[in-house]
């Protein structure tokens, strides 16, 4: 289940993100890499209409994030928004120099794989402008019921937004089914009829950190009802925020 756009991954001598790196391609996204910078304005220059995320090594001299966006990142038609830096948690300097830069997302490379592919895609997603009429999935890690109307099933949700959730769920369901959706949000608790918009059986065989579920499409929420999502949503960003 490929994400269409390329994720562009410029490392340090030592290779740090290498094995990063064959991992996203392992879960279906386009990786291109490098640790050579010459190389990586190139690649940005040949591909600036398909790169959507701009991965570098936390360890990475904010001097060289800072040209590393002007000469790779602006090749590519890229934001500094659509750069996310990888690896152990950030002081606080190194947050604000950052921040300063226009950088605003950090994962750990050794996060979980589901998570890792759903915030690499969400910021992908966030610099399309053919998706920004769609409400943004955020990586989450919840607990939710799902009923089919003949049985409740337990799910974990992967990713999150206004408009409809990936559940991660053991077993297949009917792609027709009406559903109920009931998900645990600290101390909310959202619920919403839903429908099946893809299933990832888990049967079949999928690429590694892809986990097997549906993503579903909430029906029409009040008001109230998506205020309460979108601050909760807000919160979960904040994680993966400088």
Do not use: C
Not at 5 to 22: C, H, K, M, Y
Not at 34 to 58: F, K, V, W, Y
């Amino acid at each position: 289940m490929a994400y269409e756009r390329f994720v562009l991954i410029v490392d340090d001598e030592a290779g740090s993100l290498a094995p990063l790196s064959l991992q996203l391609i392992r879960m279906g996204i386009d990786t291109l890499y490098t640790n050579q910078h010459d190389e990586a304005a190139l690649l940005a220059t040949q591909e600036s209409r398909r790169i959507g995320a701009l991965l570098l090594p936390m360890a990475m001299e904010t001097s060289v994030v800072a040209a590393t966006i002007s000469g790779v990142a602006e090749r590519a038609s890229l934001s500094s928004a659509a750069v996310v830096m990888v690896g152990s948690p950030p002081d606080i300097k190194t947050r604000v120099n950052l921040r300063s830069r226009g950088v605003r997302w950090w994962i750990e490379a050794d996060d979980d794989p589901v998570t890792l592919r759903s915030l690499v895609i969400f910021v992908m997603s966030s610099e399309d402008d053919l998706d920004s009429r769609i409400e943004p999935r955020v990586p989450a890690l919840l607990m939710a019921e799902v009923s089919t109307g003949s049985e409740t099933l337990d799910a974990r949700v992967r990713n999150l937004s206004v408009g409809g959730a990936f559940l991660e769920l053991e077993e297949a369901i009917d792609p027709e089914a009406e559903l109920k959706v009931a998900i645990a949000l600290e101390e909310e608790r959202l619920e919403a009829s839903a429908r099946v918009a893809f299933q990832l059986d888990p049967t079949n065989a999928r690429p590694e950190g892809v986990a097997a579920g549906v993503g579903v499409a909430f029906g029409e929420l009040d008001l109230a009802t998506q205020a309460v999502v979108r601050r909760f949503l807000a919160e979960l960003l904040g994680r993966y925020q400088l």
